[in-house]
């Protein structure tokens, strides 16, 4: 369904680009993402969008620090994908990138992105690489199956059409985003928006060159958590647009998840051979999450609910 002018309408004075910054982890982190945004080369007129909720503690000297940047309060605890559609909406730019309080671009990410969309893409994402966290094997873990989507955002990545695109590292048009608003008004689940956009015959690419640098530090205790957590959501949210003989499939087929998850890996990384190192370190732990996720899916099909009452998130 095509929604008109879902997002404010823009004009002549619009920015060329908006940048919308997912804040659920620090406002150190923050400031670290919005200063490696303050010194782009070569970026277009843009805006800089932060939505945050209650978890985030007091922004006020950032607020004085970037005096340019629009911050925008969300009550109460809220889902990535919620901040996120709370922050496309108040967007104005031609061009929607969206990123994640963790993540740093890379000096030229801004530029790069308007050269790539000059092209017949409705989207443009780029790749994910290990920042300044420290170089513990569940660091490694969670870039690797999370960050890096089983290595598949991991460079050297290929430059061409993708069959999917980071939530941490992607960006739209704005007409694009137009014509599947339904899918995204309320929670924009990036992996949703994107096959919506490929089914409507939008055009999806990966570049090499447009780069961020996520730098989350974890632990174990709270990595398992959210493996097991977001599976779930991913499941529940998936059932709500699928019929019933779709969902029973699905749900049989998280018993071979775990298989399939690695296999992907393992082909991905075989095929570019980097980080060897860190992967043999990080291997045990890639296993146990992805087995993880899979139960989080299964029980997603099965119950069609995420497992969070009104307050949790699953960061």
Same mark, same amino acid.
């Given at each position: 369904m095509v929604v008109d002018n879902p997002l404010e309408s823009t004009n002549d004075k619009?920015?060329?680009?908006?940048?919308v910054i997912v804040t659920?982890?620090?406002?150190?982190? %923050? *400031?670290?993402? +919005?200063?490696? %945004?303050?010194?782009?080369?070569?970026?277009?007129? =843009?805006?800089?969008?932060? #939505?945050?909720?209650?978890?985030i503690d007091d922004v006020s000297e950032l607020k004085e620090k970037f005096p340019c940047?629009? /911050?925008?309060f969300v009550s109460g605890l809220q889902t990535q994908e919620k901040l996120r559609a709370a922050g496309a909406v108040l967007s104005q730019g031609k061009i929607v990138? +969206?990123?994640?309080?963790?993540?740093?671009?890379? *000096?030229?990410?801004?530029?790069?992105?308007? *050269?790539?969309?000059?092209?017949?893409?409705a989207a443009v994402g780029g790749a994910l690489e290990k920042g300044m966290q420290p170089d513990t094997a569940i660091n490694w873990a969670v870039h690797f199956y999370d960050y890096c989507n089983y290595g598949y955002y991991q460079n050297p990545v290929s430059r061409g059409l993708a069959? &999917?695109?980071?939530? $941490?590292?992607?960006?739209?048009?704005?007409? !694009? +985003?137009?014509?599947? !608003? &339904?899918?995204? =008004? &309320?929670? /924009?689940?990036?992996? /949703? #928006?994107?096959r919506a956009l490929l089914a409507s015959g939008g055009k999806l690419l990966l570049s090499p060159d447009i780069i961020v640098y996520q730098n989350r530090n974890i632990d174990f205790g709270r990595a398992v958590q959210v493996a097991y957590r977001r599976g779930r959501v991913f499941g529940s949210t998936r059932v709500l647009r699928t019929g019933p003989y779709k969902r029973v499939f699905y749900t049989f087929c998280s018993f071979i998840l775990p298989l399939l998850l690695l296999g992907r890996f393992v082909i991905n990384m075989l095929y570019k051979r980097s980080q060897m190192a860190a992967i043999a370190k !990080? /291997?045990?732990?890639? #296993?146990? %999450? !992805?087995?993880?996720?899979? +139960?989080g899916e299964f =029980? $997603?099909? %099965?119950? $069609?609910?995420?497992?969070?009452?009104? $307050?949790?998130?699953?960061?």
């Open positions: 619009s920015p060329g680009l908006s940048v659920v982890y620090s406002s150190w982190y %923050l *400031e670290q993402c +919005l200063t490696s %945004l303050e010194h782009q080369v070569g970026a277009p007129e =843009m805006e800089i969008i932060t #939505v945050y909720d209650e978890r940047v629009r /911050f925008h990138a +969206l990123t994640v309080d963790h993540c740093t671009p890379e *000096e030229n990410w801004c530029r790069r992105i308007i *050269e790539e969309h000059a092209g017949p893409y069959r &999917d695109l980071s939530d $941490g590292n992607v960006s739209y048009k704005r007409e !694009a +985003l137009n014509k599947v !608003a &339904d899918i995204w =008004m &309320d929670s /924009f689940h990036v992996p /949703f #928006v994107n !990080a /291997f045990p732990f890639i #296993v146990l %999450l !992805a087995v993880l996720w899979s +139960l =029980m $997603g099909y %099965l119950t $069609g609910r995420a497992i969070f009452k009104s $307050g949790q998130t699953y960061d």
